[in-house]
């Protein structure tokens, strides 16, 4: 019998496998795909984030990798509206790491496999579980089409949003489906903005723009359900600047939803990062609350599988774990939902005195600290330093 299974390979389960194989302790990350996707929707990494990629031993590779956005600018009308700093929020990392996910999850995987080369086992699929007092067996089906079982002392669902882990406990579920959609895409640097996110605000809805690694850009826009023009036409027309819709090296829509679990605990069974909860990707911070969720998690797992916390102990804390992580969630999302209504249509005088209104808070050096410490996720509760 094993320590842990980690249904899921992406960063939450790869970063909670590396922290207690750090710790000695016995994992194993079951991941259905063969390989690392091509493209990855998600960019952000927050400073609490980053400081999580230390601890993991990959922090300066990944910082080195992937682009330091210190600043963020939110344009109308070609002028700029407001502006905001990271240089003060109150974190080491004053700035927040643009990097696809697919990159993250290719340093963690180099990362774990130097420490336990068998730990990650891809082509694999979890089937179902089976618990009992002390361990949990898991059901499972390989590449080749053979099912087999594996057994360990707790099972950790991080496989996403769609997560057979959940599915499969009666954990009760709350979703709601937001009626915000959004076009994506990766083009060839054409702007002079350089490591600066900017934000166009648009009578017709917003267009996003932020630095990639490799001199690119990634471009996203609001859009009516009417819609029929193209990403790079919506670009244009909203921002005046052009890309080369030739070059593109993604382009993808989505919509946004909101998910979260009643409790991320179930005996020795826990769920983290998407199979828990899920926020509107416009801010960002999914990848980041994974990272925070193995984080915190994995102290907790340490201390049962070495004998210091047992039974109504154990329980109590994964309880509380999952209170506090539930609750950042919920910041996140409203966060992300404030976003997105700024984001929306607005046009005549609703624009015009959004603009003065974005001028005048703007002004104040307090606002605008307490602005950028929200965005960073390095202000108040959802603050890991």
Known sequence: MID???????PSGLAL??????????????EHRQSIGEHSRAIGIHPP?????ERLGIGEAAVDEGVKIGRGVGLSRGRIVAELSFAAIPAQHRFVLSLPQNHTVALLRCRLHALDPTALQTGTTYLSSTSRPGSVTASLRDARGNEN?????????????RSAVRRGTGIGVSARELPDEYLMG??????????????????????ESFPLPGNKR???????????????????????HRVDGSRNSMLSSFGARNLAVSSMAHGNLVLIGDAAHE????????????????????????????????????????????TRRLAAARRAGR????????????????????????????ASDKFSLAVAATFSMTGGPNARR
């Open 17 to 30: 496998a590396i922290l207690l194989t750090q710790a000695g302790h016995g994992v194993r990350v079951l």
């Open 335 to 362: 966060q992300a939902h404030v976003n997105m209504m700024l984001g929306r249509p607005l046009w005549g005088p609703a624009g015009h005195a959004r603009d003065a209104l974005a001028r005048t808070v703007f």
């Open 279 to 322: 926020v509107s990707p416009i801010g960002g911070q999914g990848m980041t609350l994974g990272l925070l969720d193995a984080a915190e998690l994995a102290p907790i797992l340490d201390a049962a599988l070495a004998g210091r916390l047992t039974g109504q102990g154990l329980a109590e804390q994964l309880g509380c774990y999952s």
């Open 186 to 207: 990766d083009y060839p640097e054409s702007t002079d903005f350089g490591s600066i996110a900017a934000l166009f605000l648009h009578g017709e809805g917003i267009t």
């Open 49 to 53: 984030g980053v400081a999580v990629l």
């Open 4 to 10: 842990a299974i980690i249904i899921g390979g992406g």
């Open 149 to 161: 079982s594996l057994e360990a002392r707790f099972l950790i669902g991080a496989d996403g949003t």
């Open 218 to 240: 990634r471009w996203v826009s609001w859009t009516a359900p009417s819609e029929d023009r193209t990403l790079v036409e919506l670009i244009e027309h909203r921002t005046g």
